[in-house]
């Protein structure tokens, strides 16, 4: 059984510029939650995607979007990156909303 | 708002120096808590689920526990694998977006 995998591992993009960040999950699981960690702190839920619709969505700007994909592997958009947008971004995968949630290793972004 | 807490920030123990880090919780609509741990520059790691006041898990040298208002992680013995960061966090009515405090640094020393 294969765990949640993110890339890439390490992204290095300048403020305005667009990133997509990718997950695939964990076997069996169709829900796929996202999170932004700064540094120092404890993750922040940025939205949950079952079955490919958006299932609840945290206190970030619509330039952060998403996608779910039939495999239930996902994508997190961000457009127009500002400086405070570097972070570790973390995927998380359950089977439904209301599971345990199992992290990938994160993706390290970084805006210069 | 659903906010959770925990403390203290950061934690140093002697090798087999037992403690506890807390994590408290608003009050109303918890519907699990979770501790996780997380190694640096790794995502975290699941360690308990805890759903009612009472309950308590164990795994190797950690003990998790739940009352109305907080839970605990036990540390017996630790060593110096057991440091890293230990991180709570809550769900809670009406959403299933994991909410979490800012984590306990721990540091053991052999």
Do not use: M
């Not at chain 1, 796929?32 to 120092?40: D, E, M, P």
């Not at chain 2, 996780?36 to 360690?47: A, I, S, T, V």
């Amino acid at each position: 059984e294969t765990g949640v995998t993110q890339s890439p591992t390490h992204l290095i993009k300048t403020r305005g510029q667009q990133v997509t960040l990718r997950c695939s999950s964990q076997s069996g699981h169709n829900t796929v939650s996202w999170y932004q960690q700064a540094l120092g702190q404890g993750p922040q839920f940025i939205f949950q995607y079952y079955r490919e619709e958006e299932n609840g969505r945290g206190n970030f700007p619509p330039r952060f979007s998403g996608l779910q994909f039939p495999n239930y592997s996902s994508e997190l958009n961000v457009n127009a990156l500002e400086l405070d947008d570097s972070a570790l971004y973390l995927c998380a995968s359950s089977s439904g909303g209301a599971d345990i949630q199992y992290f990938g290793a994160g993706t390290r972004l970084s805006v210069l | 708002e659903d906010q959770v807490t925990q403390s203290p920030e950061a934690l140093r123990l002697q090798e087999g120096e037992s403690s506890s880090l807390n994590c408290s919780y608003t009050v109303s609509g918890l519907r699990g808590l979770f501790w996780y741990r997380q190694d640096p520059g790794k995502g975290p790691e699941f360690l308990f689920t805890l759903y009612s006041a009472g309950e308590e898990k164990e795994k190797e040298r950690l003990k998790a526990t739940l009352t109305k208002k907080e839970s605990f992680l036990h540390i017996t013995a630790p060593k110096p694998e057991d440091s890293a960061t230990y991180l709570c966090a809550g769900t809670f009515a009406g959403s299933y977006k994991l909410i979490f405090g800012s984590g306990t640094r721990l540091l053991v020393r052999p």
